[in-house]
């Protein structure tokens, strides 16, 4: 299985909105609404931001929303703040009943 | 509230097999129909999933390194194990163990903090 495909970096400015994409296959995002994001500080574990594709976890801020269309699923952050700048990393059952991550996008706040 | 926790050699030589456990607290690892699930990152990396153990002992691998994964649960322990035959300096990365938060969901929302392992001699 191959890792999903995103953006190595975007930034924005504090109040912007940033969108990260992550490119898959019929196999994995296109075949499942099972596509997850997640948010990594450095030194930290990953903390799930959004599951099934849309959903968010208690806790997470209402600023950060998922989609999907076709192979593409996407994560966009709204009214951009300072922490979150972080590593995002999405993720999808595959049709091998195993999950499979994308390499991570870097966000710069400028 | 339910917290995982890795633990095992921080420094493995080439060749031999690399052993973590998870432990959970909080809660039966026994208790709930729960995957238990073991991720890594090698250092400046992605995420990449290795694999799941039920509590039953049934159990699903990455394709790319199932012939040197093995993975157990011991309810007695309240843990679950991972063991990586034959590693490389390309299995040096840090590794979770993390779980959804029930069978029928594809997605973690329980991570432990991680652990470290170099693989050199």
């Known amino acids: 299985q191959s890792a999903l495909t995103q953006p190595a970096s975007v930034s924005g400015s504090p109040g912007q909105s940033i969108t990260i994409s992550c490119t898959g296959t019929?196999?994995?995002?296109?075949?499942?609404?099972?596509v997850s994001w997640y948010q990594q500080h450095p030194g930290k574990a990953p903390k799930l931001m959004i599951y099934?594709?849309?959903k968010r976890p208690s806790g997470v801020s209402y600023r950060f929303s998922g989609s999907k269309s076709g192979n593409l699923a996407s994560l966009t952050i709204s009214g951009l703040q300072a922490e979150d700048e972080a590593d995002y990393y999405c993720?999808?059952?595959?049709?091998?009943?195993?999950?499979?991550f994308g390499g991570g996008t870097r966000l710069a706040v400028l | 509230q339910v917290q995982l926790q890795e633990s095992g050699p921080g420094l493995v030589k080439p060749s031999q097999t690399l052993s973590l456990t998870c432990s959970v607290s909080?809660?039966?690892?026994?208790?709930?129909?729960?995957?238990w699930n073991w991720i890594r990152q090698p250092a400046g990396k992605g995420l990449e999933w290795i694999g799941r153990?039920?509590?039953?002992?049934?159990?699903n691998y990455n394709p790319s390194l199932k012939s040197r994964v093995t993975m157990s649960v011991d309810t007695s322990k309240n843990q679950f194990s991972l063991k990586l035959s034959s590693v490389t300096a390309a299995d040096t990365a840090v590794y979770y163990c993390?779980?959804?938060?029930?069978?029928?969901?594809?997605?973690?929302?329980?991570w432990g903090r991680g652990t470290l392992v170099t693989v050199s001699s």
């Open positions: 993720s999808s059952y595959t049709s091998s009943s195993t999950w499979v």
């Open positions: 909080g809660a039966s690892i026994s208790s709930g129909s729960y995957y």
């Open positions: 019929s196999s994995d995002v296109g075949g499942y609404n099972y």
């Open positions: 153990i039920y509590t039953s002992g049934s159990s």
């Open positions: 099934d594709v849309n």
């Open positions: 993390a779980r959804p938060p029930r069978s029928l969901a594809w997605y973690f929302d329980l």
